[in-house]
């Protein structure tokens, strides 16, 4: 979900943006929007937009000197600027102040703002993408050291079913299924996991869930139900329970 929040003291125009862009895409968000760029500045510290369009001329506060001060508290957000002709060439100005992209007003149709909102998208879903990967990479090596400093921690049966979990964590895992892995009964891997480990075997497998669901909780946007599913719910209401359980909060809260 892109969130957006418009700038525009014409209310015919700020109407019209945002009813175009509400109408675009399910993917674009209209936060909210403001007359002045002051009114918008104390927005944008509250709502944390990932998209401004802004008018460049306005009272109060003109969309320069806005875009100027917004970038200091939201400094990864794209603005685009709303302008016309006898204003080109002051908006190109505002490329230095760390703007996005300029449009003129009169040229502005729902194929171009879907355009240049589409692109910013693209962009950020591929940084979250580039993110998760590097954090994945990360949790990779962290886990290769875990294991190998773990060398004479854990008997090798209780290091095999470790690295099972971490591949199929999202597939379901039962004690007889993992048990089956490590080539022993399931009455002595449970006896075995639990002096080794220090807690069940089920207990481990859900913080070990609970962690991966936080992480895509709090560095994704995608929907709870679509995380339940990764990390090996099928019952998101189920998943929203444990999760409330294990962390104190649920994964809505823990959200925001």
């Known amino acids: ?36 760029g002051k009114e918008a500045y104390e927005l944008a510290q509250k709502l944390k937009p990932q998209v401004i369009i802004s008018d460049i001329k306005m009272p109060i506060m003109d969309g320069i000197t806005f875009s100027r001060e917004v970038k200091k508290i939201i400094p990864d957000v794209f603005i685009i600027l709303l302008t016309n002709y006898a204003e080109f ?73 470790m ?19 490590v080539y022993l009964s399931h009455e002595y891997f449970s006896r075995l996991f639990k002096e080794e480990v220090g807690e069940n075997f089920s207990t481990y497998l859900t913080n070990y869930r609970m962690i991966k669901a936080q992480y895509l909780i709090k560095n994704t946007d ?19 329970k444990t999760y409330k359980k294990h962390k104190g909060i649920s994964p809505e809260e823990d959200r925001y």
Not at 122 to 147: A, F, P, R, V, W
């Open 1 to 36: 979900m892109l969130d957006i929040l418009v700038v525009e003291d014409e209310a015919p125009i700020r109407d019209w943006i945002v009813y175009t862009i509400s109408n675009i895409s399910k993917d674009f968000n209209v936060l909210a929007s403001a007359t002045n």
């Open 89 to 161: 060439s002051y908006a190109k100005e505002a490329i230095s102040c760390g703007v996005y992209e300029y449009l003129i007003k009169s040229d502005i149709r729902p194929k171009e703002l879907n355009e240049v909102l589409s692109k910013i998208y693209e962009t950020i879903k591929e940084s979250k993408d580039l993110i998760i990967k590097q954090q994945e990479n990360l949790c990779t090596k962290e886990s290769d050291l875990q294991i190998d400093s773990n060398e004479n921690k854990y008997s090798k049966a209780i290091r095999k079913a």
């Open 163 to 181: 690295e099972y979990i971490e591949s199929n964590y999202k597939e379901h895992i039962s004690l007889n299924h993992i048990s089956k892995q």
């Open 222 to 240: 995608m929907k709870i139900s679509q995380i339940a599913i990764e990390v090996g719910y099928s019952n998101p209401g189920y998943f929203s």
